[in-house]
């Protein structure tokens, strides 16, 4: 029996060392670069290590951040309301995602101010970003996108693409 635990844990370990690894070329990015909180509790400290004090408990999986330097396994981050502090890369992910800024942003059908609306995102809504172009990105939270002007986001900076 106590093979098989062993075994068991032996194999749960090698997986998050596979998605750990599997991320970890995206977290090795010149900074300034945005990704996101991955898990849905996250410490942030005052140093990069443990042994430096929590400021701050994150309770939000996919709230975007920047992260704005590198130290080994540590990252500083800057965090939508401007708070800054280390959080370890295993609490990061390279998934881009942005939340909304100012006013009830039009998640519109199409990249163009005249497109019919889908949705409405109130600020403070959180949703995974893709194909950004032209002033615009699509925002998709839990299966509901629309195209969004890029300034009504934070996590994509102005004009960027991809």
Known sequence: MR???WFALGLTALGLAA???????????????????AAGKAH?????????????????????IKVIDIYGDWRKIEDPDGTQG???VGLLASRRTAIITDGIAALRDAAD??????????????GRLSDCEGGWCYFDVKGRGGYVEQTHLWGVDPGEEF
């Open 3 to 5: 093979f098989w635990i």
């Open 19 to 37: 998605f750990a690894a599997a991320d970890a070329p995206a977290q090795k990015r010149a900074t300034p670069y945005y990704a996101s909180i």
């Open 44 to 64: 942030l400290r005052t140093g990069p290590g443990r042994n430096y004090p929590i400021n701050w408990l994150y309770r939000r999986a996919d709230l975007p």
């Open 86 to 88: 280390w959080m370890h």
């Open 113 to 126: 101010a005249a497109a019919p609306i889908n949705w409405r995102a109130e600020p403070g809504v959180v």
